[in-house]
């Protein structure tokens, strides 16, 4: 039983007993990770060969539909051919998982239905960036952007945004939407990467709210934690410990802080199974190199 304290709260799990596998990296040392995550590499010759490790990607598998509540599971497979670039289909569905506990604690009279949409499309303009614009997106140390990841952070939300009003309006919904949540939606998508800078009436729309902090999510799951300590090249003791210093300043509510937090509590238990699984291989087994997260 491994105990965590964070956000004022204390956290139990039991350990769960993962297995790992040694991966080979393209142009860069060999990493380890869960054997519950399957990681493929792109070919691409758009991408310098020692970055290709920033194309890693877990491969879509209808086991991830469990995350995607029935009732939007239909739109979801609707637009999940948009969302098969770096990643977004595993990433999108997981963070639907997180949406009805988010409308809960931030503001019970968020329209779910709008907001399970909004999350559904708010990465989808990543599949008309290209792969080298991709690998810049991920090219950085910390959690300051460089000029290059900025650049193409901006790019898939102003695609994204385009696109999302595209696929509402040629999909064939029971009630059909109103232009003006179709444009709330598409704005989702726009300001999903700077939430605080679009404001209706005032305020920052709920639906908004609930969508970034759905997103800021994916980072602290299992899927994108060892996703992150292969294509970032970093030890996942010296990771967990830098997205731990990330929570206060990334979420904009207390609920997206608390879950956090717990996912958190459950890669501390993964880490501490790392550990234990590589200081049983012998001295000479490839160890990740080091790199800040």
């Avoid at 004022?8 to 039991?14: K, S």
């Amino acid at each position: 039983m491994l105990v965590y304290r964070g956000n004022n709260q204390i956290y139990t799990r039991r350990m769960s007993s993962l297995r790992f596998r040694k991966i080979s990296v393209p142009g860069a040392s060999a990493a380890y990770a869960p054997t519950t995550i399957d990681l493929k590499f792109s070919t691409t010759t758009a991408v310098e060969n020692h970055r290709l490790h920033l194309l890693a990607h877990i491969p879509w598998h209808d086991k991830y539909l469990a995350h995607v509540p029935q009732a939007y599971r239909n739109f979801f497979k609707f637009v999940l051919p948009y969302l098969s670039t770096r990643t977004s289909d595993v990433h999108t569905a997981i963070s639907l998982g997180f949406v009805n506990e988010l409308i809960t604690n931030i503001d019970p009279g968020t329209n779910p239905y709008l907001a399970h949409l909004a999350v559904t499309l708010h990465d989808c303009g990543w599949c008309r960036v290209d792969d080298a614009q991709i690998a810049d997106s991920l090219d950085y140390s910390g959690v300051i952007f460089t000029p290059a990841a900025a650049m193409a952070k901006h790019l898939h939300t102003v695609h994204g945004s385009q696109l999302a009003a595209e696929l509402l309006r040629h999909y064939d919904f029971a009630q059909p939407l109103s232009s003006s949540e179709i444009d709330l939606i598409s704005n989702i998508a726009l300001w999903h990467e700077r939430p605080l800078e679009y404001q209706i009436n005032g305020r920052t729309p709920s639906a908004l709210l609930v969508a970034c902090e759905a997103d800021r999510l994916w980072p602290f799951t299992h899927e994108n934690f060892w996703l992150d300590v292969v294509r970032k090249g970093v030890e996942p003791g010296a990771y967990i410990q830098n997205v731990g210093t990330s929570v206060e300043g990334l979420f904009l509510t207390p609920v997206g802080q608390t879950i956090a937090w717990r996912l958190i509590n459950e890669r501390i238990t993964e880490v501490a199974e790392y550990e234990t699984f590589m200081a049983r291989q012998t001295p000479t087994a490839p160890i990740l190199r080091t790199a800040t997260a």
